[in-house]
């Protein structure tokens, strides 16, 4: 069971330039979000899912562009890079269904540098 | 969602019992608390979850006054791999429109020394 998976784990994008970060799941979990997390600081929520081809945003939704076209995938992408966007993102799935705990299970991370 | 504080950070030694306090006064009817922990460079991992009085698990204890308004995770007997960030959470996570508030604070970084 590989839980929530994230690729790439590294990433250095120039100033401008587009990319996009992988999220997968295979636990079935309707709920998904992405999370950054700045040196020192806690996590922020920049968007989420509660579902396949339902998102909203979160607290820093700004420069970023999220879909949800199946259960497992949940890709966030980044329009135009700045620096102020390097920071380690983190994918996070939970279940919602009714009696669940609705632990939220996270990926390893993608680390991220803007020059 | 319910605004928690906690301590930024906490110090113990090896083999001690470390118990992390968070205040969420304003905390509702339907919220739950969940406490996360958090290694360098991981993604933050379940520990704890809990409604009301005490709540215990194979890594930790969860304790829940009367009337909900802090909680306490206990961490018995300490070791060096413990040390981490531990955040606290409370919410109705039920709630799909509460997925907008599902924030993490700044956390309590705790360091067990030898």
């Known amino acids: 069971n590989a839980g929530v998976t994230q690729t790439p784990k590294f990433q250095v994008l120039k100033t401008g330039q587009s990319m996009t970060l992988q999220c997968a799941q295979d636990m079935n979990h309707e709920y998904m979000s992405w999370y950054r997390q700045d040196p020192g600081m806690g996590l922020r929520l920049i968007h989420y899912?509660?579902?396949?081809?339902?998102?909203d945003q979160g607290e820093v939704p700004n420069g970023y562009n999220v879909s949800r076209s199946t259960t497992e995938d949940f890709p966030l992408r980044l329009l135009s890079a700045a620096p102020s966007q390097t920071s380690v993102y983190f994918c996070a799935s939970s279940d919602r269904s009714a009696g669940a705990k609705n632990i939220q299970y996270f990926g390893a991370g993608t680390r991220l540098s803007v020059l | 969602l319910a605004k928690t504080t906690q301590p930024i950070s906490m110090d113990s030694y090896e083999g001690q019992e470390v118990n992390i306090t968070c205040s969420h006064n304003?905390?509702?009817?339907?919220?739950?608390i969940t406490w996360y922990q958090q290694f360098p460079s991981q993604g933050p991992r379940f520990i704890i979850q809990g409604y009301k009085t005490k709540v215990t698990n194979e890594v930790a204890s969860l304790f829940i006054p009367a009337d909900r308004k802090s909680s306490t995770l206990s961490l018995p007997r300490v070791s060096l791999s413990d040390t981490a960030v531990y955040y606290c959470l409370v919410g109705d996570f039920r709630d799909p429109t509460a997925g907008n508030k599902l924030t993490f604070g700044g956390g309590t970084r705790v360091l067990v020394k030898p």
């Open positions: 899912s509660v579902g396949a081809g339902i998102t």
């Open positions: 304003n905390i509702a009817t339907n919220d739950y």
